[in-house]
């Protein structure tokens, strides 16, 4: 509970309610001198039913790989303070801060929806990622399956399918994983922000330590399922100059690639951020954000496409620079392989008993 002397939501990301740009009211907070009680609890997190009518969407922007998602959730308990994703959650009424990691969204029916895609006469075989928007291996994905049975639908119908996490969960998957590797099928992103411990409780709360998430790639590549590391996102300031570090553990594990972007504060992320900067970097906040803004032609928000995920300037080349020395080192020689787009079977006339 947060009290007068600004006391921190310990297991949180986000240390506040931003305010919902789609909402004409909302409740704050302007003299503690007038409230008797505290005004913010930490809140439990809370489970509802989603119920789309489509589940595989396309993906417009060109900065990114694969053409569709697939999100079997809408929000995300692992709590990191930097999600781009937060900001969606403001479409389903809640604010982007402390509601995005708290009342979470399930799609039960996801697997079905993509069987009924697969099973569409028009659909072409493109690859898939899991997901797009929030962790397909978020904690609640332990008692929910969902990713679980939509690997079985990709299994059954030989459809390639891409995943990016940072949970080690993924490895509760590992008979259907070998099951898509054997033909090509899947393809492995381990996401790893930093070595540091004490700041990736601070930033990433209820994800998988480094340490797991290494170990993790570890056990995917000896079970010979194709992983790379997704060093993600760079903040200057805070992780930037852990790159090297991060690749080589990974390469030395069995990683076969490396990708990165840094960092951009869109929408309310730019509240959220700074105000969690602030609370645990004092001495560098503001520094830190005026060298986000240097990555994004002078402001912490960018939407221009090839720009916002890798950004410009002096300090974006440094920072491509040393990614690309320690890409060249590590991984020489190694590569991820190409997705099958041949195995595909149309009706999903392989049975499998998982």
Not at 120 to 126: D, E, L, N, R, T
Not at 141 to 158: C, G, H, N, S, Y
Not at 253 to 279: H, P
Request: positive net charge; hydrophobic residues 35%; charged residues 25%.
């Amino acid at each position: 509970m947060i009290d007068k002397n600004n006391s921190y939501f310990k297991g949180r990301g986000a240390q506040l309610q931003s305010q919902n740009r789609f909402l004409l009211q909302s409740i704050v907070q302007e003299h503690w001198e007038g409230i008797d009680e505290d005004w913010l609890e930490n809140p439990k997190t809370e489970v509802r039913i989603e119920h789309p009518k489509s589940i595989v969407n396309p993906i417009t922007s060109p900065d990114l790989g694969l053409s569709f998602s697939l999100n079997p959730y809408q929000g995300c308990e692992h709590g990191c303070v930097y999600c781009y994703a937060r900001n969606s959650h403001e479409y389903y009424g809640y604010s982007a801060g402390l509601d995005f990691e708290t009342k979470l969204m399930v799609k039960p029916y996801a697997p079905n929806l993509l069987e009924n895609k697969l099973l569409s006469k028009s659909w072409k075989v493109s690859p898939i990622s899991l997901s797009g928007n929030t962790d397909c291996y978020q904690p609640l994905e332990k008692d929910q399956k969902i990713t679980r049975e939509l690997l079985k639908v990709f299994a059954r119908f030989r459809h390639p399918v891409g995943l990016i996490t940072k949970n080690s969960l993924i490895l509760r998957d590992l008979d259907l994983l070998k099951d898509l590797a054997s033909e090509g099928l899947v393809q492995v992103y381990i996401s790893i922000t930093t070595l540091d411990e004490e700041l990736r409780r601070k930033m990433e709360p209820r994800t998988a330590s480094a340490k797991k998430r290494l170990a993790t790639i570890e056990a995917l590549s000896n079970a010979n399922i194709p992983v790379s590391v997704m060093n993600a996102p760079i903040i200057p300031g805070l992780n930037h100059h852990e790159i090297p570090a991060i690749l080589k553990a990974a390469s030395e594990r069995g990683a076969l690639g490396a990708g990165y972007t840094v960092v951009r504060l869109n929408g309310k992320l730019e509240q959220i951020f700074s105000d969690w900067l602030k609370k645990n970097f004092p001495d560098r906040s503001q520094k830190v954000m005026n060298q986000i803004a240097t990555l994004h032609g002078g402001k912490v928000q960018d939407n221009q496409f090839g720009r916002r995920m890798k950004g410009e300037g002096v300090l974006a080349k440094s920072i491509q620079q040393l990614f690309q020395q320690s890409r060249k080192k590590y991984f020489f020689g190694k590569a991820m392989p190409e997705f099958n787009l041949k195995a595909f079977r149309r009706g999903g006339m392989l049975s499998f008993d998982f």
